[in-house]
T-cell receptor, first 115, second 112 residues
Framework: NAGVMQNPRHLVRRRGQEARLRCSPM?????VYWYRQLPEEGLKFMVY????????ESGMPKERFSAEFPKEGPSILRIQQVVRGDSAAYFC?????????????FGPGTRLLVL | GESVGLHLPTLSVQEGDNSIINCAYS??????FIWYKQESGKGPQFIID?????DKRQGQRVTVLLNKTVKHLSLQIAATQPGDSAVYFC???????????FGQGTTLQVKP
């Protein structure tokens, strides 16, 4: 009974490089949320996706960040031309039903360090 | 704007005592609240949830209380154990997309 899986667990990039973070939801879940956590802070919503659709991207920075959840395969959070301020832990969560009253289960996160 | 906040950044308790972690929220339209536990280097772990049509919900050693009048949420942990040491976040859902709004977190330290 695998939970939410994320990889890589740790990612080091130099400024200007691209970072690709992957998230495989729990079996049977078709809704994925991405959150970012800065050190000593709570998680901040970034984007909500269903298969092949972006439902809510109100928390995504306007530039350099994109997300997808293809019909097959994991959800991808992509950060182009990374800057030091992108260093953070990125978590994805999944749930099985749409709507506001469905428990989200989180993955272990990807810790991105930009040098 | 919407926000969820916690009253105390750090709570230190003796092993075996009860712990109470508090949370204030500002969006009176929120209808679903969750407590998560986050250990160092890990993702948030679901503890317990409560819907806005309830005042209290109990789990194993944990109880969540919701006071909608003052927009206050609390997590009670009975007989606190060293394994309970972690950061605890309250979260509320906003809108019909289910996105979570998290508070800053309370660090619970359990002294043996």
């Amino acid at each position: 009974n695998a939970g939410v899986m994320q990889n890589p667990r740790h990612l080091v990039r130099r400024r200007g490089q691209e970072a690709r973070l992957r998230c495989s939801p729990m079996k049977g879940h078709s809704h994925v949320y991405w959150y970012r956590q800065l050190p000593e802070e709570g998680l901040k919503f970034m984007v909500y996706l269903q298969k092949e659709n972006i439902i809510d991207e109100s928390g995504m920075p306007k530039e350099r960040f994109s997300a997808e959840f293809p019909k097959e395969g994991p959800s991808i959070l992509r950060i182009q031309q990374v800057v030091r301020g992108d260093s953070a832990a990125y978590f994805c969560a999944s749930c099985g039903l749409a709507g506001s009253q469905e428990t989200q289960y989180f993955g272990p996160g990807t810790r991105l360090l930009v040098l | 704007g919407e926000s969820v906040g916690l009253h105390l950044p750090t709570l230190s308790v003796q092993e075996g005592d009860n712990s109470i972690i508090n949370c204030a929220y500002s969006n009176s339209a929120s209808d679903y609240f969750i407590w998560y536990k986050q250990e160092s280097g890990k993702g948030p772990q679901f503890i317990i949830d409560i819907r806005s049509n309830m005042d209290k919900r109990q789990g194993q050693r944990v109880t969540v209380l919701l006071n909608k009048t003052v927009k206050h949420l609390s997590l009670q942990i009975a007989a606190t154990q060293p394994g309970d040491s972690a950061v605890y976040f309250c979260a509320e859902t906003s809108g019909n997309t289910g996105k979570l709004i998290f508070g800053q977190g309370t660090t619970l330290q359990v002294k043996p």
